[in-house]
T-cell receptor, first 115, second 112 residues
Framework: SQTIHQWPATLVQPVGSPLSLECTVEGTSNPNLYWYRQAAGRGLQLLFYSVGIGQISSEVPQNLSASRPQDRQFILSSKKLLLSDSGFYLC??????????????FGDGTRLSIL | SQQGEEDPQALSIQEGENATMNCSYKTSINNLQWYRQNSGRGLVHLILIRSNEREKHSGRLRVTLDTSKKSSSLLITASRAADTASYFCATDVMDSSYKLIFGSGTRLLVRP
């Protein structure tokens, strides 16, 4: 069966520090991968998605970047964190040529607090 | 920008009652999905309904889709305290990406 791992679960970082969040998927190949951010009590904002190794689509201009160095690994990074980067970050995956034709499967998220 | 918007934003019911949540969207879709999120956790997929379908069932869940009104509803029958969670609809954007856009959710509280 397929599983998705996301870590760390919580992270407290000072303003201006770098960031690296990692997400890995097991039990499937060539998944579509997604990074979302969720503000408290709100819906999900799509940050990045990837349909293959090295293929990254950015949805909103921001202080973050994403990379997909391996088929089932998706990394969210920042060189210098801002206070506005605080939030709940979720990684997800699904299959299919059309991103929306199959359910997305989510990790348990990383709660990022910037001090 | 938001594609789907849930209504109500919050709902409190007694255990055993039915819970109905609504989702409205703005542009044509291929499909609509409903997800559940327990506090502090990731989302869990509940149901996917395609644009040519009008109703789908899964256990105590019933989803309807009215493409003429650009709206969907999620009905949870005989609710349980364990159904307490936030529920989100997600619709796809019919551009070249077909990515999902999530609404802001309905927070459901089921009182024992």
């Amino acid at each position: 069966s397929q599983t998705i791992h996301q870590w760390p679960a919580t992270l407290v970082q000072p303003v201006g520090s770098p960031l690296s969040l990692e997400c890995t998927v097991e039990g499937t190949s060539n998944p579509n991968l997604y990074w979302y951010r969720q503000a408290a009590g709100r819906g999900l904002q799509l940050l990045f998605y990837s349909v293959g190794i090295g293929q990254i689509s950015s949805e909103v201009p921001q202080n973050l970047s994403a990379s997909r160095p391996q088929d089932r690994q998706f990394i969210l990074s920042s060189k210098k964190l801002l206070l506005s980067d605080s939030g709940f970050y979720l990684c997800a995956w699904n299959r299919g040529l059309r991103l929306s034709n199959q359910p997305q499967h989510f990790g348990d998220g990383t709660r990022l607090s910037i001090l | 920008s938001q594609q789907g918007e849930e209504d109500p934003q919050a709902l409190s019911i007694q255990e055993g009652e039915n819970a109905t949540m609504n989702c409205s969207y703005k542009t044509s879709i291929n499909n609509l999905q409903w997800y559940r999120q327990n506090s502090g956790r990731g989302l869990v997929h509940l149901i996917l309904i395609r644009s040519n379908e009008r109703e789908k069932h899964s256990g105590r869940l019933r989803v309807t889709l009215d493409t003429s009104k650009k709206s969907s509803s999620l009905l949870i029958t005989a609710s349980r305290a364990a159904d307490t969670a936030s529920y989100f609809c997600a619709t796809d954007v019919m551009d070249s990406s077909y990515k999902l856009i999530f609404g802001s959710g309905t927070r459901l509280l089921v009182r024992p």
